[in-house]
């Protein structure tokens, strides 16, 4: 696809003009397996190897190697729809590897492996970026593997980019984490109260969410009595925040239903900047 405005260059080469250069750097590991199943691991590799250019001496040093990495080497010859999920995840891996490229896309390359292939998978991203100096993309929805893995990020929702930079200093803007009351009444002077109690950096209501319509030829439903108002409380100090909240919300006879706090993790950003609705 050609870019709508803007370039980037990869090691230098621009992406417009030398999309050609650009790719040989480049390794890819789709999210799909891409593999010839009725095809070995090393015949699957071999291929791949080939469409880079490789060939001889050359292209079965770089097999052996990622074969290697991805713990196959004794799996090697069987064919790819003998192996399990992880195993098979690990294959797509290597094909992305055997040209030995500088930068490396991962797309959610964990999706419904075992923990045992998870684990290496991740040890294999580490040791790529450590000991062999490779820069990896690495694209997935558990903030847990962003946090082991990665020394930045960024937080993509409705196709744009909303937050991006260091891992820790993400983090780090959610002070002490964030608190989730649901009130039996919650209006905008009460947020403006529950900001200016110490070691709170603000309070804001959050929006309820609407009613889906009803479906052809049925009637709407009937209407169904809020179960209470929430609102989002941002922390600098749990301890001292929280007897704050529940002092005022006591004083001013407010009803808590439920509370739901927050730890400062990379999740809790990311519910921070992209709101807890589900998404398509």
């Known amino acids: 696809l050609k870019p709508t405005s803007g370039t ?6 621009d992406i417009r003009t030398q999309m050609g250069e650009a790719k040989k750097l480049n390794g890819l590991v789709p999210q799909e397996l891409a593999l010839y199943p009725t095809l070995s691991a090393r015949a699957n590799l071999t291929f791949f190897g080939g469409v880079y250019g490789l060939s001889g001496r050359a292209l079965k040093e770089r097999v052996d190697d990622v074969l290697h990495i991805v713990a196959l080497t004794d799996r090697a010859d069987e064919p790819v729809e003998t192996y399990s999920g992880g195993m098979k995840r690990r294959v797509n891996i290597a094909a992305g590897l055997v040209h030995r490229p500088r930068l490396l ?3 959610e390359p964990t999706v419904g492996v075992d923990p045992q292939s998870r684990h290496h998978i991740f040890d294999s991203v580490l040791r790529l970026n450590r000991e062999r100096g490779m ?4 694209t997935t929805h558990y903030m847990e593997e962003v946090e082991l893995l990665c ?5 993509i929702d409705m196709g744009k980019i909303v937050a991006i930079g260091g891992v820790k200093e993400m983090i780090g803007v959610l002070g002490e984490g964030v608190i989730y009351l649901t009130l039996g009444r919650a209006d905008d002077a009460i947020c403006t109260e529950l900001a200016g109690l110490p070691a709170v950096s603000g309070a804001s209501l959050v929006a309820q969410p609407l009613a889906a319509p009803p479906a052809p030829g049925e009637e ?3 209407a169904k009595p809020a179960a209470g108002q929430q609102v989002k409380i941002e922390i600098e100090d749990s301890r001292t ?7 005022y919300l006591q004083t001013r ?5 439920s509370v739901e706090i927050l730890e400062p993790n990379l999740e809790s950003v990311f519910l921070h900047l992209t709101g807890k609705k589900l998404r398509e």
């Open 8 to 13: 980037a260059t990869i090691g230098g080469f």
């Open 105 to 107: 896309f991962l797309d």
């Open 135 to 138: 820069s990896i993309i690495y």
């Open 151 to 155: 020394s930045r990020a960024a937080i």
């Open 220 to 222: 709407p439903a009937a």
């Open 241 to 247: 925040a929280l007897a704050g909240i529940f002092n």
């Open 253 to 257: 006879n407010v009803q808590v239903v």
